[in-house]
């Protein structure tokens, strides 16, 4: 299984609303990563998890709240978000065991719409 | 802070037409460096990528690119594109550090007409 998935596909909210966003991998990667994309834009980094421990926030708005419960499974939960945080939400994994392989495989994203 | 710069932002190329793209990385220790392709509607899929050795990296769908050190780039090649070519590519750099975190290029858009 060489695959990154991401549920839902799309998703429309009000500001008001609370939703989650979920990848999972089955490949065995202990870094996880959340990336935010706007079209023709490149994916921004939003968050890291190294071995489901939180490495990297990007200064992220605290709207935004990840969550990794375990090896396998990360959740972006969201709230009260604003129009401009309308974009496609990607996930991604890498390999940390090894020979060090800096790779991501990246999910097919979710295209989160905020009314 | 590492950087990268992609210097084609839109491409227009008629199929069989020969492709570079350029890309060019700030200089920050060990150097690992991916393309990545972007289908319409697609999730981002690794082109290829360099680590160390031979500095002429093959990868899939035809694609190649070359490390050159002295001028901190990394072109992205093929000989003959084909209408499924049409994409958008990322250049990016394995940021500093154990994170693995990725430095992105502003992306080029390719368009390949039949």
């Known amino acids: 299984d060489t695959e990154v998935t991401q549920t839902p596909k799309h998703l429309v909210m009000g500001m008001t609303n609370k939703k989650s966003l979920k990848c999972e991998q089955h490949m065995g990667h202990r870094a996880m990563y959340w990336y935010k994309q706007k079209a023709k834009k490149p994916p921004e980094l939003m968050f890291v998890?190294?071995?489901?421990?939180?490495?990297i926030n990007e200064s992220v708005p605290s709207r935004f709240s990840p969550e990794c419960p375990n090896s396998s499974l990360l959740n972006l939960h969201l709230h009260a978000l604003q129009p401009e945080d309308s974009a496609l939400y990607l996930c991604?994994?890498?390999?940390?065991?090894?020979?060090?392989?800096?790779?991501?495989?990246f999910g097919p994203g979710t295209r989160l719409t905020v009314t | 802070a590492q950087s990268v710069s992609q210097h084609n932002h839109h491409v227009i190329l008629s199929e069989a037409a020969s492709l570079e793209l350029g890309c060019n990385y700030s200089y920050g220790g060990t150097v690992n460096l991916f393309w990545y392709v972007q289908y319409p509607g697609q999730h981002l899929q690794l082109l290829l990528k360099?680590?160390?050795?031979?500095?002429l990296v093959k990868g899939i769908k035809g694609f190649e690119a070359e490390f050159i050190k002295s001028k901190f780039s990394f072109n992205l090649r093929k000989p003959s594109v084909q209408w499924s070519d049409t994409a958008e590519y990322f250049c990016?750099?394995?940021?500093?550090?154990?994170?693995?975190?990725?430095?992105f290029g502003q992306g080029t858009t390719l368009q390949v007409k039949p």
């Open positions: 360099y680590f160390s050795g031979d500095p």
């Open positions: 991604a994994s890498r390999l940390i065991a090894g020979v060090p392989s800096y790779e991501q495989y």
């Open positions: 990016a750099v394995k940021g500093s550090g154990n994170t693995g975190k990725l430095i």
């Open positions: 998890y190294s071995y489901e421990k939180l490495s």
